[in-house]
Every structure is written in structure tokens, then in C-alpha cells.
């Protein structure tokens, strides 16, 4: 399994579009992103079409459940609070991925 990592939404969009042939399983997404946000985000994947097969992932600091209901309407099944450490966010992985 690889992970491929992405600094912005902005970003993200810029390396589905580069490889239309890149189909992640699973994508990451946070809420607070700068330049786009995890919302804006997952509205212009899914408004074209670009990674039709991929679960998605949100996870923040906090999730509201007015947020996740947006998210919910997107396609979002699982939502997750960051961790505070890299061994909980091992655990976090172990436990989603598993699913």
C-alpha cells in the first residue's frame, strides 16, 4: 500500500487531473484546508467525475454534525478526529482501513 500526500485541495485536484489513470482506494480529506477546503474539495471531484471508485475519509480536529451531514450528502461514509500523536494515528489507520 503507498500513500501519496497532497499539501492543499488545490494540490490534490492538480494530481487527479495530472493521472487520470490514479484511482487511490482511500482518500484522506480535512475539513481546514487552505486554498480550498475539504467541502470544495470533494464538490469538484465529485462534479467531474474524477476518482468514482475511492472511499473517502474526512478528519479534523473537530467535526460538526451539520458538517458531516454535508460531507454525508457527498458520498462520506466515515469521519474521523485527528489524533494527537503518530501512534494514534497508526491506530486510527489500523482500525479505518480494516473496515
Known sequence: ???ILA????E???ILRRDSSFQ???VFIDINM???NGIELLMEIRSHNLIPNSR???HST???SSTANEFKGLGVEQFAVKPSSIE???NLLALMLSV
Open 24 to 26: 487511490p482506494d482511500y
Open 56 to 58: 473517502f475519509i474526512v
Open 34 to 36: 487552505p486554498r480550498m
Open 12 to 14: 490534490a485536484i492538480e
Open 1 to 3: 500500500m503507498s500513500c
Open 88 to 90: 494514534g494515528m497508526r
Open 7 to 10: 499539501n492543499d485541495g488545490g
Open 62 to 64: 473537530t467535526i460538526t
